[in-house]
């Protein structure tokens, strides 16, 4: 069935980058703020209420598990009805589990409620990503924007949230509830007037090429292991490992999370100038020096700047998967961004627990040095990814 919301994108939108992408972006940052506070909030968990890393690693897991496998669901239902209302319920509800979880007194209730925020994102990330590229067109570097959107909010969640943490404890998680409440507010107006606007736009067509979307697909799966292990990880690696204050352990998450900020816009750009495909085996690529540099870092103060790089290779691909996904599916943008956005960046997040395991036994450095190899996967599958078959608007 070919959907009648496919990609979608005003005949005659003069208005800047910013001006169309604006409130995607903003409500990406939202969005993703609460799955960032997550990984921010989990040493707090290890260390005020001396939950095991293992432990650690399923509250981590039933935030992905929330956000995983509701997704291909969820992007079919965005493909068939509009559903103007998906993206900011989904965005409220993300918020609201994670801001409760650390009020929560039993580790089950916490479990439970970053679950809850799990399917919040697996509700907005479908939807959004197919409103996000109608605004952005064909221009990756468009899509870029809304792509570092999410990872802005990967960013200030450990910058805004650990301050907050180390001053009043894992409960001070709520303070961060009214955002979500607010941006799904606003994000409700915008779709509101964005539907009556749009109503006549013209849609994509083309056909659907699921070999190379499902190939694309477990390249994404391997950069969000990445992603998700070094966020995981990479605080307990600097107060357990280099010996670093919580603070500090803090300031090397937050680096990370700058790093790829940065790094998901230069690929969007990056793409528009040299090819998607292009971008991502480079990305892919340069992920492996950029870890190995960081899991050798000598001191916890230098090593500031090697997490900054290996964040900023990490997400050179993101966008670039996003949008090319959505190119290898013209005819389901709902169901290729919930799998881009949401299935194969949440898959990543499974693969987190394993690690646990790993620095339980050998400690975080040794989940480290397992992150260092997975890129190599990415690297052989990318080489299998075609360029699209010219432009989905």
Known sequence: MVSTHAITTPA???????????????????DDFYQGLVPASIPFFVLERHYSYVAASGLALAATLGSSLPQPI????ADR????????????????????????????LVWILLLLSGIGVAAFHPAAGRDARQAAGASAGAMSWFAAGGSVGFFLAPALATPALD???V??????????VLMGFVLWRHQQRSTRSNAA?????????WLPFAILTLVEVVRSTVFFGVNTFIA???????????ALGGAALTAFLVGGVAGTLSGGRLADRFGMVRTIQIGSLAVIPALIALRAAPDPHWGLALASLAGFTANIPFAVLVKLGQDYLPSRPGTAAGVTLGLAVSAGGLFVPILGAIADAHGPQAALTALCVAPVAAVALAMFLPEPRGSVV
Request: no cysteine; glycine share 12%; hydrophobic share 50%.
């Open 12 to 30: 005659a939108d003069t208005r800047s980058t910013w001006n169309r992408m604006r409130h995607w972006a903003i409500a990406h940052a939202v």
């Open 74 to 77: 969820l992007g079919v239902i």
């Open 81 to 108: 009805w509009r559903l103007p209302w998906l993206a900011p319920a989904g965005l409220a509800l993300a918020g609201i589990g994670a801001g409760a979880a650390g009020l929560a007194p039993t580790y089950p």
């Open 167 to 169: 001053a009043f404890g």
């Open 171 to 180: 409960g001070a998680t709520a303070i961060f509830l009214p955002p979500a």
């Open 201 to 209: 736009a013209p849609v994509a067509t083309g056909r659907d090429r």
């Open 236 to 246: 307990l690696y600097w107060i357990n490992h280099l010996g670093a204050s919580r």
